[in-house]
């Protein structure tokens, strides 16, 4: 069965830092992209940053750029996204997901098969 499990988040406060990581069962992550996306109550889901299958290529959102990266560890077959300077609009639940159009490191939200059930971040004072 293909799963993409997160782990990693919880409660932080304004300046913390998260380190969220996503596994894989089922499947191997070697040959495809992955992004990390984030949704707020209320809000459409939205992208957050993403890595080519080989790591050459990443792509982040405006509003996280210098403050979150993401890699992978081939070796774990994981996908991880480090958040330091966190801020309140950060919160969200924050998704994982697999995409089989490799290289492009992709935003687009449709071009992503495989979805994790998300990790809560709370950013709050």
């Known amino acids: 069965q293909v799963q993409l499990v997160e782990s990693g988040g919880g409660s932080v406060q304004p300046g913390g830092s998260l380190r969220l990581s996503c596994a894989a069962s089922?499947?191997?992550?070697?040959?495809?992209?992955m992004g990390w996306f984030r949704q707020a109550p209320g809000k459409e889901r939205e992208f957050v940053a993403a890595?080519?299958?080989?790591?050459?290529?990443?792509n982040y959102a405006d509003s996280v750029k210098g403050r979150f990266t993401i890699s992978r560890d081939h070796a774990e077959n994981t996908v991880n996204l480090q958040m330091y300077n966190l801020k309140p609009d950060d919160t969200a639940v924050y998704y994982c997901a697999a995409s089989a159009f490799t290289g492009v490191a992709t935003i687009l939200r449709g071009w992503y098969s495989y979805w994790g059930q998300g990790t809560q971040v709370t950013v709050s004072s």
């Open positions: 089922g499947f191997t992550l070697d040959y495809y992209d």
């Open positions: 890595i080519s299958w080989d790591g050459g290529s990443t």
